[in-house]
């Protein structure tokens, strides 16, 4: 059974740090991508980062780009988003993807609505000003 649990969510002032994870299983953890995306109240869900477990290259929006990081512990099976200097407008649920990477960089970029994949439930992330 393919499971991705998401964890490290809460709540920080602007400015702040916090350091996400992903832990998946179930699948063949190097041929795939993962992904981190979010969905604010009201709003529709957005591309954050992504990263390809086989090349371990990474792509960032342009909302995050200086500020987030996201890395692979392949031997763990583990993705993080250390998110550093939070603003409140990133406060969302966040999620992680699994996917083949071409298609996770199509949600980042193109629609993050694209079907398909394994998700996490999504942590929350709360910004306070």
């Known amino acids: 059974e393919v499971q991705l649990v998401e964890s490290g969510g809460g709540w920080v002032q602007a400015g702040g740090s916090l350091r996400l994870s992903c832990a998946a299983s179930?699948?063949?953890?190097?041929?795939?991508?993962i992904g981190w995306f979010r969905q604010a109240p009201g709003k529709e869900r957005e591309g954050v980062s992504v990263?390809?477990?086989?090349?371990?290259?990474?792509d960032y929006a342009d909302s995050v780009k200086g500020r987030f990081i996201i890395s692979s512990d392949n031997a763990k099976n583990t993705v993080n988003l250390q998110m550093n200097s939070l603003k409140p407008e990133d406060t969302a649920v966040y999620y992680c993807?699994?996917?083949?990477?071409?298609?996770?960089?199509?949600?980042?970029?193109?629609?993050?609505?694209?079907?398909?994949?394994?998700w996490g439930h999504g942590t929350q992330v709360t910004v306070s000003s």
């Open positions: 993807a699994a996917d083949r990477t071409e298609r996770l960089l199509h949600r980042l970029w193109v629609s993050a609505n694209l079907s398909g994949g394994y």
């Open positions: 990263i390809s477990n086989r090349d371990g290259s990474t």
């Open positions: 179930g699948f063949s953890f190097d041929d795939y991508g």
